[in-house]
């Protein structure tokens, strides 16, 4: 394509909200008019099916719940009073938490004001507050936040270590919505075991935000917490940024909730519009399909050129991948369907694996994120005309173009500047896409069979430990692993047996093993 049908096509697929200041460009993501023309009418039935959703339909059918993250930025749209009030409720009861916070009022009892947020959990629980708290926290933020989102000790303790000094000036919030998740489980026992160490008392210095009624609910009610805040059952993780999940870490940061939820209300009226063309998400999922031919056969390789936006990749790789990622459709077909979703930021990545992009397996298309202003400040010049700033931009098209002189494909995303009115638009125009696309290509973006069967897994691994423990206890000269599994009627597990008896022994946990660690089969299991 010359030149002037290139310049005409980016006219052609360039969207431009003026309110927000955001641009779209999918010129260079390869389709045509008759590729247009067939996905038309799948459009016209996403339009209906994302209009139901809003309305309140059951999307989750698994949990029988509706999904009403749309309803969080714009309470007016809820579908029945009692919903709307809840929702203004608890953005109220945000925001006079943390000015008390803020001002004092709520303070620990050995220290005058909290000093540091301790987050914990695991998901959309974490992952959405610490790209928002990366991209938008000030420098001098009230509360300095930290995060555990793994069951990792020696994560958690690295995180505790941080902390030492100022645990007793630490206000801790625990996200789970059932309160039985492992994970934000195993961080909170961990963590009021530090604060017993010190003889703190954990209950004035913690809030808790989940479902009401649920485990965690009901302990943080039975101990005394501070204050718990609401997790509702329509909210999935994934899109609980703007619920209590997101904007209760970010207030007490200091954060503009309000101008959040406003830059994501105003993206929610613009990825309305049943009209290609006038829809941003629309024109992502569009541009998704296309690029993957409507299978995901290329990567979403996401290129924020700007340090806070960082942890946009991370975000979006469980919103895109754990939304879309399905082995079966609506109808109960075998799809395998999804994106993989992986980045880094530019121009780091220039230097990392773009040269794998331009020029090795053409499995991808690109996402650019670009950010127009450049600094709070004036910018000094490098060289005459030429800044910091300037060398930024400039890598960016320059990469954007040699993709596609290659013929790799690629999205842009222009946003005026990382603040939270924009931040809140980029979560709500993704949030849409992925809802638009799970209906173009007929899976169910709303619920997660795969990451349920791998907690059930887990629990059952750690059901077999027991099992093998108990045991154990009647074997004091010992036993090989195979004859371990027998006696316990796991001799389809003995692989899985061997893991943990091998975690056990690293971890001092009771168990030796003897013999030639290259056969495992010829190990002698020990209780010690």
Request: net charge negative; glycine share 8%.
């Amino acid at each position: 394509m010359d030149a002037t049908a290139l310049w005409q096509r980016y006219q052609d697929w360039l969207y431009y909200h003026e309110e927000l200041g955001l641009y779209l460009d999918i010129s260079r993501i390869r389709f045509d008019g008759a590729f247009l023309k067939s996905v038309k009418p799948k459009f016209e039935k996403a339009f209906r099916d994302m209009e139901a959703l809003e309305n309140g339909a059951i999307a989750n059918p698994d949990e029988n719940r509706m999904v009403g993250h749309y309803w969080l930025r714009d309470p007016d749209s809820a579908p029945d009073r009692q919903l709307k009030e809840e929702i203004v409720s608890t953005i109220e009861k945000v925001e006079t938490f943390a000015a008390k916070v803020h001002r004092g009022e709520i303070k620990p009892p050995l220290a005058p004001k909290f000093t540091d947020l301790l987050s914990i959990g695991i998901g959309g629980s974490a992952l959405g507050p610490q790209f928002v708290a990366d991209a938008l926290a000030p420098l001098d933020a009230p509360l300095n936040i930290h995060f555990i989102d793994n069951t990792d000790p020696d994560g958690i303790d690295r995180t505790l270590d941080k902390l030492r000094d100022r645990l007793s000036s630490t206000l801790v919030l625990t996200i789970s919505k059932s309160g039985g998740t492992p994970e934000p489980r195993n961080g909170l026992a961990e963590v009021k075991s530090a604060f017993e160490a010190q003889n703190l008392n954990f209950s004035r210095q913690a809030v808790a935000t989940t479902q009401i009624g649920s485990k965690l609910y009901e302990q943080a009610i039975a101990e005394g917490w501070l204050e718990t805040f609401p997790m509702d059952d329509w909210v999935g993780g994934r899109t609980s940024e703007m619920s209590a999940v997101g904007l209760l870490p970010a207030a007490l940061q200091g954060i503009q909730i309000r101008e959040m939820l406003a830059g994501a209300k105003i993206m929610d009226i613009a990825t309305r519009k049943p009209d290609i063309k006038k829809n941003p998400a629309a024109l992502l999922a569009l541009a998704w399909y296309a690029a993957g031919d409507g299978r995901g056969e290329k990567d979403m390789v996401v290129l924020p050129y700007k340090d806070r936006l960082l942890l946009l990749s991370r975000y979006l790789q469980q919103l895109v991948m754990e939304s879309l990622g399905k082995e079966k459709d609506l109808d109960g077909n075998i799809v395998n369907q999804g994106i993989a979703v992986y980045g880094n930021k530019g121009s780091t990545d220039q230097h990392a694996y773009v040269q794998q992009l331009r020029e090795g397996v053409p499995n991808f298309f690109a996402t650019f994120i670009e950010v127009l202003r450049d600094r709070d400040r004036p910018s000094p010049e490098l060289q005459p005309g030429v800044t910091a700033g300037d060398y930024l931009s400039g890598f960016l098209q320059g990469t954007r173009q040699a993709l596609y002189d290659n013929g790799r494909g690629s999205i842009t995303v222009t946003i005026s500047a990382v603040a939270p009115r924009d931040v809140g638009a980029l979560v709500a125009l993704y949030e849409r896409a992925v809802g638009l696309y799970g209906f173009l290509v007929n899976v169910n973006a709303y619920h997660q069979p795969g990451v349920e069967a791998g907690k059930k897994a887990a629990a059952s691994v750690l059901e077999l430990q027991q099992r093998c423990l108990q045991a154990l206890e009647t074997e004091s000269g010992g036993i090989s692993i195979p004859d371990l599994a027998a006696k316990i009627s796991a001799s389809d597990e003995v692989e899985t047996i061997y893991k943990i008896l091998r975690h056990l022994e690293a971890n001092d946990r009771g168990v030796r093993l003897e013999g030639d660690f290259g056969r495992p089969e010829t190990l002698t299991v020990i209780l010690k």
